[in-house]
T-cell receptor, first 114, second 114 residues
């Protein structure tokens, strides 16, 4: 069975500082991994996805994530935080069986301090 | 290209009633998945429909059901509503090929049970 664990339900960074949101996955088969962002009163927006083509994945809004099989991690980073990055971030995993269901982490709320 | 559209955005019901939520996927997308989001349980997969057939199901009671029409639009029904059904219900669509295709989410229907 697939699952993801997000370390830190709340993360605060100063504007311009590095953003690091942690995600570890558990999967018995090679996983597909995703990061989504949710703004208040909205649905989920895809930031980036890992589908085994490259271990370093670049997404929208300057975010990127690196797949590390040895650490079973897929941490999300951004070099310089912007006020508009304040939101909740979800890591998700699906398998390669053809099932189209995502298993989500519990989310990390990012606060950006001016 | 229009995104995923969910109607209504907000709904208030009382215990024992039933409710139907609607989801129109992105044009060309054949897979529609439903998720429940609550503060306590987070994001949980309900079920997925592909070509009018339920292809995958999460761990929810039979009070939760759905269907998909020939134009890929989907509806979700919850019968005999309970207080614990209060949640944001999110619909996501994708092309439907194995899990590497990202799911695109609507803004959700917020259901409140009184």
């Amino acid at each position: 069975a697939q699952s993801v664990t997000q370390l830190g339900s709340h993360v605060s960074v100063s504007e311009g500082a590095l953003v690091l949101l942690r995600c570890n996955y558990s999967s018995s088969v090679p996983p597909y991994l995703f990061w989504y962002v949710q703004y208040p009163n909205q649905g989920l927006q895809l930031l980036l996805k890992y589908t085994s083509a490259a271990t370093l994945v670049k997404g929208i809004n300057g975010f990127e994530a690196e797949f590390k099989k040895s650490e079973t991690s897929f941490h999300l980073t951004k070099p310089s935080a912007h006020m508009s990055d304040a939101a909740e971030y979800f890591c998700a995993v699906s398998d390669q069986t053809g099932a189209n269901n995502l298993f989500f982490g519990t989310g990390t709320r990012l606060t950006v301090i001016p | 290209k229009a995104g995923v559209t969910q109607t209504p955005r907000y709904l208030i019901k009382t215990r024992g009633q039933q409710v139907t939520l609607s989801c129109s996927p992105i044009s060309g997308h054949r897979s529609v998945s439903w998720y429940q989001q609550t503060p306590g349980q987070g994001l949980q997969f309900l079920f997925e429909y592909f070509s009018e057939t339920q292809r995958n199901k999460g761990n929810f009671p039979g009070r939760f059901s759905g269907r998909q029409f020939s134009n890929s639009r989907s509806e979700m029904n919850v019968s005999t509503l309970e207080l614990g059904d209060s949640a944001l219900y999110l619909c996501a669509s994708s092309l439907g090929t194995p899990g590497n295709q990202p799911q695109h989410f609507g803004d959700g229907t917020r259901l409140s049970i009184l």
